[in-house]
């Protein structure tokens, strides 16, 4: 296996250092290098928790391979385990290290666990049950008393108070203090939804709770106070009161989790919510955000929302949704077939919010990802990079669910599914170099194997299950930065772009940037933040060229067709991808579904941009992604100095842009 070190891009190495780097005890960011020793002392510790012993020498030998490809950037864990592992978080709250889950809402402990998984940065799949939770037994009046905490003061109490009072009329009130806890968070959705007694008023206290600003010592990124959960559960209340004496909808589900999805601080959770096809609520979900702007239902945009076919449906069926997602802006909803991921997995219930795994009713998993274009000319190189992270992945099923806040189901399901995402990115790359080659199937059914291979050797080794479904394709917006390299299974708008990304405007590496030449500009609509715009190039990717410009002229159908390949050959869960496409593609696009429904499970759709075009072009007031000429490419990147990361303190949070809507960024 080859590990030659390398250079990074400065898009990389800050992107890492914005959303991976821990801030340490002086303030100064970790290093690369710390930040991959945190993850590895994690993955020792798993093991020898798993194995009730010491590592012997080849163990240990095998967390140095490990370790090397992700200083390398050839392979990564998650995100997730990137900001948390080998912290006590990681170690007390072990639902922290999870990317994905899902499970059906339907109990006031359902409400609790999905509260609980958001405050832990796991992103939540639910599907929205009716039958069991109901508003309040009258309608009451709210009172709201907010936290006058300052930065520095004591932390509150961390736990919750309830009771009840009663007035000289003889008026009936519960107050609720809520406490400085993720725990308190968490389980004051329940007490709220609980509280059934026919009060005439409800006082929710947030005196306890810290100042906005503080960094929380676990979890390591900043307190938003009690700025957005009083707000939160404010509506969440409206909604109690509106169905007060009645079972709470679909909708109404729906409302409460996307409120809930809004408390979080800049390191959000994404969320996806699933309605059965033929339920008597789905046209209301379909059009759930049409219009949002207009009728206050701004929060709506916290997930994607999917219909959920156990069928094929027929082409006059999927005529009416794409009619709908063209109504609504061209993305939502989306469409998941059951049939075809029930076949892959029989405990299938529903995904994650970018849909590359097929979970079960309150179930998880954790990713890890093989960047395929870094192993052109070394393809052994890459079945031993996989089968090494397989192994890692299979490690992290190892955890101890039952942390006093979820239900226990969600342990015994981990136990018996042991789900592992072993992830790839690069993949264009990787097809490119091998276009022409008739064994392209032969290969990635190899790198199949060996993922299987890994996790269940690891599992074979410590006498544990093996692992239901090893491998999976995901997004990879922000990994596939910090790697250099092509997003997961999408292709480059184009050779050559300008690639815009969020950052705290307090952040202190803005000055550092300025200096060095880097273009930073106000982001539209959102007054903290700002553009910080990096030149990107894929000289090692294959483009058309039109108007001067080395561009993406892909049809939706040759991406469906790529998708098709990777989820015959190497994917056991899904192959998340977002098809750009035009409305003129619409009747080959349900053609291709109707042909191929027993290989799609689901992907995302999004109006195409014509790359050609600048943002000024197409009206729009910047573009995430621009692609521009060589010699413009040129121009900017020769004009930039190189920029020093060292010394720079940390007073802000670190943004997950790949998140920071609520919702996942394939939408």
Known sequence: MTTNHQEFSTRAEVVTRRTYNRPKDDGSFETWTETVDRVISHQQWLWERAKGAQLDALQTEELGKLR??????????????????????AKTREASQFNCSFGRVETVHDIVDAMWLLLQGCGVGFEPVVGTLNGFAKPIT???????????????C?????????????????????GDSAEAWAKALGKIFAMKDAVNGITIDYTEIRAAGERLK???????????????LARICEILNVKAGALLTRMDILDVLNHMGTTLS?????????VPVNDSEVDDFISAKKDFWLYNNEHRQQ?????????KPTEWELSYIFDKMVQAGGSEPGFINAEAAKRRAPHFKGVNPCAEILLGNKSFCNLVEVDWGKFLQDFGGLQEAIEIVARANYRQTCVNLDDGVLQRSWHELNEFLRLCGVGATGIVKFLDHHTGQNNIETMLQSLRSAAKNGANSMADELGLPRAKLVTTVKPSGTLSKIMDTTEGVHKPLGKYLFNNVTFSKHDEIIPTMKAAGYKIIEKPFEPDSVLITFPVAYEDVKFDIVDGKEVNIETAVLQLNRYKLMMDNYVDHNCSVTISYDLSEVPAIRSWILENWDTYVGVSFIYRNDPTKTAL?????????????????????NSLWPVDLT???????????ACSTGACPIR
């Open 303 to 311: 997930s994607n929302n999917s219909v959920v076919f156990e069928k």
């Open 158 to 178: 961390p736990n919750n108070q309830a009771w009840f009072t009663t007035d000289a009329d003889g008026l009936k009130e519960w107050h609720l203090k809520i």
């Open 266 to 274: 800049s390191r959000r959770s994404a969320e996806i919510a699933l």
């Open 617 to 637: 072009d197409l009206g729009y007031a910047y573009l995430p992604q621009e692609v521009v000429t060589e010699e413009v490419y040129r121009e900017y990147a």
């Open 218 to 232: 676990g979890y390591g990124w900043i307190s938003s106070g009690d700025d957005t959960i009083h707000l939160a």
């Open 647 to 657: 010394n720079l303190k940390s007073d802000d949070d670190l943004l997950d842009e």
């Open 142 to 156: 709210l009172t709201t008393v907010r936290s006058t905490k300052k930065l520095g003061d004591p932390k509150g």
């Open 68 to 89: 090397e490809l992700m200083l390398t950037r050839k392979a990564t864990v998650s995100g997730r385990t990137l900001w948390l592992g080998g912290t006590e978080v």
